[in-house]
């Protein structure tokens, strides 16, 4: 019998501890959903960046290797119409970079793809049934939420703000992720743009807590079993952790951002628009210094890397998206398996001190 304070995640889920490790797409793959599941948490597998094909083998990879539930994620955003005016000013405020660094500024600009829920990755869902499938910028058409759910696989969303909590509830999450200001990667805000409008960890989860009754998941600055503690005493039935995965050996992550996640400060993260066009929280580097973190130039979300592309091509560090969490200096040298074990295991040990 689990010892947990609030067990329902763990029911809801049919796993074994109430550790969700976070989808961070291009920095996970199946390995590291494997090795968590395997240890009892929940493993999450993002697809906005992969190809229907991509998917699929990651998938198979992925069944193969255990038996366990797991979590697919998926971004379900509306593409946006295109701007050629603004797609030409944001490349032209960049053009300085282009010169410096010795790239062909006449060149056709890359695009940047991030790819939202459809029709064909429903079936892939519907041939494959995870367990648990979960979205981020609210969830997808009904029709398309409706062929999921009779999958039998369990609807999780992000909500950063209660009104976006109780949304989700209404419209069928089972359970809710509460994305507090501090986490990394894009913001799952999707019911407002305004920025000020968002909640810090540590008031937004009562808060949603109170205001909706299916379970709460924490998210945002958790990366250690002090974290995971506090978030169940401010009544969540389980947290999400993203940012201390990527130290773990299974993280797919570029030798600058693994140099950036090991030597910044831990007040070098900011939120940006400038990599996607969509607020994300990362290790502030050159561009984001030289520009200003926010921009109203950069083209809608997922276009704005596009024109990016080819300086990071030549200097990562200082034209990359660097996605981390405001408690990414608490990160570990550990493997995925073993950090959802610690992170369970000593935190329950913490929260039973009280």
Known sequence: MSQWPDTRLIDLLGIELPIIQGPMAGATNSSMVIAVCNAGGLGSMPAAMLSIEQLRDELKT????????????????????????????????????????????????????RAPFDAAACEVLEAFRPEVVSFHFGLPEKSLLDRVKATGAKILSSATTVDEAVWLEQNGCDAIIAMGYEAGGH???????????????????????????????????IADPRGVAAAFMLGAAGVQVGTAYLFTPEAKVSAAHHRALRTAKESETAITNLFTGRPARGILNRVMRELGPMSDKAPAFPLAGGALMPLRAKNEEQFANLWAGQAFTLGKELGCAELTRQLAEEGLVRLQRH
């Open 187 to 221: 913001r799952g805000m999707f019911l407002s743009e305004d920025l000020s409008s968002q909640v810090g960890t540590f008031a937004l989860v009562p808060q949603v807590v109170d205001a909706v009754r299916v379970p709460v998941i924490a998210a945002g600055a």
């Open 62 to 113: 992925i069944r193969q290797h255990t038996s366990k539930p797991f979590n697919v994620n998926f971004f379900c955003h509306q593409p946006p119409a295109a701007d050629e005016q603004r797609a030409r000013d944001w490349k032209n405020l960049l053009e300085p970079y282009y010169r410096e660094l010795g790239v062909d500024f006449d060149a056709p600009t890359p695009v940047s793809n």
